[in-house]
């Protein structure tokens, strides 16, 4: 009984030949039965919007500011009004370098001084003292880690104050309001501009010579008895210091010859160096004889 229930119990195994003919006849059937038709695909549009246009006012304000600066721009003879919106188109386009060298109050005093010179000698007289700023600014901040640990540095981290804009302008001032004012009338017109070029080269050649000094100036002299004294000394000059004012003096000098406001060429040049370093030599004469 046992013997004859085995083959009963035992697992079935498809033949190959079943095998065979059912993968036939699903892969008959698959070719056969027909295929459902596919639903098309709706391709989804994102609506965007045009862009908004400026409203009317926007775009008549917006003309008409950019013709009121062409306008103060391109005035001559500059008049205050046009040279104070020029003046400060410059100034708030320039603010990051500005603000880098001068404090809150020494920008609005350079505001006013760029007022006057703009409204005295136009662009070009505002381009000769953006030279001189750049260069001052730039002898100022070179080793300025080193110039406070011997405790002369400019104060504010080499930012200059209203003080010191108006010192190394009050002399450019004075030449802006008396060609402004045509004081002397045409026959002292190009004095007026020498002076106002030469007062910024003096300047620049002492702030250079004073900068350079405390920077590099390997041994500092006394005008007055030639002794030597630490860097910084008040009426000190050191030759690195005195060399570098020179350079400085001869290329504000030749700025003022690039922008026309020079003529005699090489003999105005040399005459605006030579004067610039003799009265800085002037200058640390008097302070070290009253030291």
Not at 128 to 147: P, S
Not at 160 to 189: D, E, M, T
Request: contains cysteine.
């Amino acid at each position: 009984m046992a013997s004859f229930l085995l083959p009963l119990l035992a697992p079935v195994s498809p033949s190959p030949r079943l095998l065979s003919s059912s993968r036939s006849y699903f892969l008959l059937a698959s070719q056969t039965l027909p295929l459902l038709p596919r639903c098309p695909r709706v391709a989804h549009r994102v609506l965007v919007s045009p862009p908004r246009a400026l409203p009317d006012t926007a775009v008549g304000a917006a003309e008409a500011l950019r013709g009121a600066l062409a306008d103060a721009f391109l005035a001559s003879p500059p008049t205050w009004r046009s040279a104070a919106v020029s003046n400060l188109a410059v100034f708030v386009a320039a603010s990051p370098l500005l603000l880098s060298g001068l404090s809150a109050s020494g920008f609005a005093a350079a505001y006013l001084l760029g007022t006057l010179t703009w409204r005295a000698f136009g662009h070009k007289g505002l381009i000769l003292v953006a030279a001189y700023f750049v260069a001052g600014t730039a002898a100022t901040k070179l080793k300025i880690k080193q110039k406070e640990a011997l405790g002369v540095a400019e104060k504010r981290g080499g930012r200059r104050g209203p003080g010191s804009v108006i010192g190394s302008s009050a002399a450019g001032c004075v030449c802006a309001l008396l060609s402004i004012y045509n004081v002397g009338g045409s026959a002292l017109a190009k004095l007026w501009i020498l002076g106002f070029v030469a007062s910024f080269c003096t300047k620049l050649s002492d702030t250079v010579s004073s900068e350079i000094g405390k920077a590099y100036g390997r041994t500092t002299y006394l005008v007055t008895t030639f002794k030597v004294v630490p860097r910084g000394t008040e009426g000190a000059i050191s030759i690195e210091g005195t060399l570098a004012g020179i350079l400085a003096s001869i290329l504000l000098a030749n700025v003022g010859y690039l922008l026309g406001q020079l003529n005699n060429d090489v003999v105005n040049v040399l005459n605006i160096s030579a004067g610039g370093i003799l009265a800085v030599l002037m200058q640390q004469l008097l302070v070290s004889w009253r030291s």
